[in-house]
C-alpha cells in the first residue's frame, strides 16, 4: 500500500459520491482506495467502480455483519491488516471517524495530514457519533482493543473538513470548513434556463424503518402515504421490503437517491417524504416541500431539532 500520497477511505455510497466531488474540486489526481462495505449493494459495487477507475490501488472489502458488532469489527481488522502496515501516505480523505476500524487506521497513520467530509446528516446531530464517544466503559475498552482515540481526539487533529451544509453546524469550526454546493448546481441550472415545469413530483424515501420505528408507527406512516399518494420509491440498500404504499419502485441504477430524483424529476417542483435521512437534508434547495415521520421521543432530541432547522415538516408518529 501507500503508492499514492492521498489515501481516500469510503464506507457508503454518499461518502463515495462526495469523494468523487473532492477529486474534482481539488484535482485529486494520484489516490489510493479502500472501499468497507457490509451491505455489498448495487450502489457500493457502482461507486466502486467509479471511483477505482482512477486509483492506483483499490480496495473493496466486504463483510457481512456478523451478529455481535464486536465480531464484524474484529474481522474487519484482520481483513484490513495489510492497510495497517504502511504509514507513507502524506493526506488521508474520510468521513467515518467514529468507526473503531477506521478510527483505529487514521491513527495509524499519524503523519498524515487529516481531511475530512460529511457523512450526511449525522454530522449535524449535536451530540452524536461524530462529536464524541458514548461515555461507556464499554467504548474506552474497544477504542483500547483497536489503538484507536475518542472521536473528540481525533476531530482536533482535522485540517480541514469539506461539507454540504453551509449554514449548519458541523465537526469543526468555521475555520477549517470548506462547503461544495452538491445538487444546487444542478437544480439551478434547470431552474435558470426555464426548464421548471408546474407538475409537481412526490416521493417517498426508503429505509430500515424496522430499525428506527416500531411496527405501530410503521402503520401509522402507511396510512398517511396512502391518503397522500406518491409518484416514485426510492428504496434504501438495506430495506428488506418496500411498504405497501403505492408508487412505481424506481430503479436506482446503481445510484445514490439524490442523483436519481434530480434526473426522475426533469424539472418538475419536487416533494419528498420519510424519515429524516441524508437525502431529507441534501436536497433542501431542491425540494419545497419535504415531510419527515419520526417517533414521538424525537421531539426533545438532535434529530427533531435537526428536522426543524433544516425547514422540514415534522410528523410524529405517536
Not at 92 to 111: D, E, P, T
Not at 150 to 178: C, P, Q, W
Not at 189 to 204: A, C, E, N, S
Request: aromatic share 12%; glycine share 8%.
Amino acid at each position: 500500500m501507500g503508492k499514492s500520497p492521498n489515501l481516500l477511505i469510503v464506507r457508503t455510497p454518499f461518502q463515495a459520491w462526495f469523494c468523487l466531488q473532492l477529486i474534482d474540486h481539488l484535482d485529486i489526481a494520484n489516490y489510493d482506495l479502500l472501499y468497507i462495505t457490509h451491505n455489498n449493494s448495487e450502489e457500493d459495487k457502482s461507486y466502486f467502480s467509479r471511483l477505482s477507475s482512477s486509483a492506483t490501488i483499490s480496495d473493496y472489502a466486504y463483510l457481512p455483519p456478523e451478529r455481535f458488532d464486536l465480531f464484524t469489527h474484529l474481522k474487519l481488522r484482520l481483513r484490513l491488516r495489510s492497510w495497517f502496515r504502511d504509514c507513507g501516505y502524506k493526506n488521508v480523505y474520510v468521513a467515518s471517524i467514529n468507526s473503531l476500524v477506521i478510527n483505529a487506521l487514521v491513527c495509524r497513520l499519524s503523519f498524515a495530514k487529516l481531511y475530512t467530509f460529511d457523512d450526511g446528516a449525522a454530522n449535524l446531530v449535536r451530540g452524536g457519533p461524530y462529536y464524541a464517544d458514548p461515555a461507556t466503559n464499554r467504548m474506552k475498552l474497544y477504542r483500547s482493543l483497536f489503538r484507536g482515540l475518542a472521536v473528540e481526539k481525533i476531530r482536533k487533529r482535522i485540517a480541514r473538513h469539506y461539507s454540504l451544509y453551509e449554514g449548519f453546524g458541523n465537526i469543526v469550526d468555521d475555520n477549517r470548513m470548506t462547503y461544495l454546493r452538491g445538487w444546487r448546481n444542478e437544480f439551478e441550472l434547470v431552474r435558470d434556463i426555464g426548464f421548471l415545469r408546474k407538475r409537481t413530483k412526490r416521493y417517498f424515501i426508503g429505509a430500515p424503518f424496522e430499525e428506527v420505528m416500531s411496527s405501530r408507527e410503521i402503520e401509522k406512516m402507511i396510512d398517511f402515504m396512502l391518503v397522500v399518494g406518491i409518484d416514485g420509491y426510492i428504496k434504501h440498500p438495506r430495506e428488506k421490503k418496500e411498504l405497501p404504499i403505492g408508487g412505481l419502485i424506481i430503479d436506482k441504477g446503481g445510484r445514490i437517491a439524490e442523483e436519481v430524483i434530480l434526473e426522475d424529476s426533469a424539472g418538475c417542483e419536487v416533494e419528498l417524504y420519510g424519515f429524516l435521512s441524508s437525502v431529507m437534508i441534501n436536497l433542501r434547495g431542491v425540494s419545497g416541500k419535504r415531510v419527515v415521520f419520526l417517533p414521538g421521543h424525537h421531539r426533545l432530541t438532535g434529530v427533531g431539532e435537526l428536522a426543524r432547522e433544516s425547514g422540514c415538516q415534522e410528523v410524529y408518529l405517536n
